[in-house]
């Protein structure tokens, strides 16, 4: 039975990876919302997940309020009608701002893969998930802190909304991808080469891919009152 998905990203930049591949694995298929087609986008009648992914833009930069207002009042309004809603990193953040929290530009920026600390060690993996940031968040009052860091909170719950910091769908293709063009300026700034972060990312990837499965299969037991089948 296939269940009507929400993928809210860049056009650009708009894969899913593992995570995308697990929502499909319980049946889930998704259309695109792409940020910058905001205008565009269709209502939540008969959706039944938004899953929010990361982006290269912070959810304060002025010259794209318009876009980040558009994916704080779809939040709320699925917050309001009891959707659940999965979001990494710039997803996790622009939840953070469209429930209460706040999110600003982070003393130490996270690139690479980094061990995090979980307090729920059975659902997020107490190893390294790759991360990409620049901004942390201060958390809405009454989430529930799932995961940490040096730098702050890599994962949280609020109602049937789960968020993570660090990105569970990374795959070698995503990373490669990433990795290139400004991409490739970006970690050579931090003195990461990109040929080693995609050869890291190719044996890391075996283990991050379990995790991010099982924490999908989590999050729908707990969010969306769905039985995950294996």
Not at 8 to 17: K, L, Q, R, S
Not at 81 to 107: E, K, W
Not at 193 to 201: F, K, V
Request: aromatic residues 10%; glycine residues 10%; hydrophobic residues 45%.
């Amino acid at each position: 039975m296939t269940v009507r998905a929400l993928l809210v990203a860049n056009v650009a930049d708009a894969d899913a990876g593992c995570v995308g591949d697990r929502f499909r694995h319980h049946g889930f298929d998704f259309q695109l919302c792409g940020r910058e087609e905001f205008r565009s986008w269709p209502g939540l009648d008969a959706v039944d997940l938004v899953v929010l992914l990361g982006s290269d833009w912070s959810v304060y930069w002025p010259h794209v309020a318009d876009e980040v207002a558009a994916e704080v009042e779809l939040i709320r309004e699925a917050q309001r009608s009891g959707i659940p809603q999965f979001g990494i990193c710039f997803g996790s953040q622009s939840m953070a701002q469209a429930l209460g929290g706040h999110v600003a530009r982070s003393a130490v920026a996270e690139l690479g893969w980094h061990q995090v600390t979980s307090h729920l060690p059975s659902v997020i993996a107490e190893e390294p998930w790759f991360q990409w940031h620049y901004d942390v968040v201060t958390l809405p009052f009454g989430a529930e802190l799932l995961a940490s860091g040096p730098v702050g909170p890599q994962a949280w719950r609020i109602g049937r909304g789960v968020a993570t910091q660090f990105h569970p769908e990374v795959t070698e293709s995503v990373i490669a991808r990433w990795s290139a063009g400004a991409g490739a300026a970006e970690l050579e700034r931090f003195g990461i080469r990109p040929e080693d972060l995609i050869a890291e990312t190719r044996a890391k990837v075996a283990l991050s891919r379990p995790n991010a499965d099982r924490l999908v299969d989590w999050f729908l037991e707990e969010c969306s009152g769905r039985s995950a089948e294996r």
